[in-house]
């Protein structure tokens, strides 16, 4: 089984009641295409060892985008989780000599491993190039049974009354909420808002306190920057 640190954070609450606030409002999202390469990347790969797989990688995930198109919503959800978990697990320690460090999609499939951060992520972005609402999905906290650091997954809502669909590297089957017992979500956040569940549904609106550096809002402006 392959965990991941995911650095301590905060619900900021007030008089024992969770603050009703959006964590971030990021509406430039996808100005620029996650995974498109620029001059300067093709650089960078043509002088590392290992360029050949960085192409047939990225030319498999194309080609994988195009067959995808014509998939109905389910099969997309599958398909994607299956594709994405076949990039190769790496703590953070380890891939970027950093203590979780997130990683852009690009990078994840120029690097060709990563840790949870970068599947939830690279998951999150090929879905929505596939068209699917990004409203529908929430990266997801979530502590796993019988171990002790915490994780990130994807989640799908098909409406914010609805029990989400899991999307994992821990798991190759996209299963609803309910029946991931080893999971216990923390808080969940995208785009727009941030909330906790309750009974595995959306329940109240919080504001997350990450500390030093917002590493979604991070992700989200890195991107933009065509990074």
């Avoid at 190759?172 to 309910?178: G, Y």
């Avoid at 569940?197 to 979604?216: A, F, M, R, S, T």
């Amino acid at each position: 089984m392959y965990l991941c640190y995911i650095e301590q954070y905060t619900l900021e609450k007030s008089n024992m009641k969770l603050i009703l606030i959006p964590i971030i409002l990021f509406s430039s999202l996808f100005a620029v295409d996650p995974f498109k390469l620029t001059k300067d990347d093709i650089k960078v790969i043509n002088t590392k060892y290992f360029k050949k797989q960085i192409k047939v990688r990225y030319k498999r995930f194309y080609k994988f985008l195009k067959e995808a198109q014509e998939f109905n919503t389910i099969k997309k959800l599958n398909r994607v989780n299956s594709f994405i978990n076949k990039i190769l697990p790496e703590h953070d320690i380890q891939s970027q000599n950093a203590l979780d460090y997130w990683s852009t999609p690009k990078e994840f499939l120029i690097d060709g491993r990563g840790d949870c951060e970068e599947y939830a992520m690279t998951k999150y972005f090929t879905l929505v190039k596939l068209n699917i609402k990004k409203e529908k999905f929430y990266l997801a906290i979530v502590k796993v049974k019988g171990t002790p650091d915490m994780h990130l997954v994807l989640l799908y809502f098909e409406t914010p009354k609805s029990i989400p669909l899991v999307l994992d590297n821990l798991s190759w089957k996209v299963l609803d909420l309910n029946k991931r017992k080893d999971l216990t979500v923390q808080v969940v956040f995208n785009e727009f808002n941030s909330y906790i569940l309750k009974d595995n549904y959306l329940d109240k609106k919080v504001n997350i306190k990450w500390g030093e550096l917002n590493k979604w809002k991070d992700i989200l402006k890195r991107i933009n920057l065509g990074k």
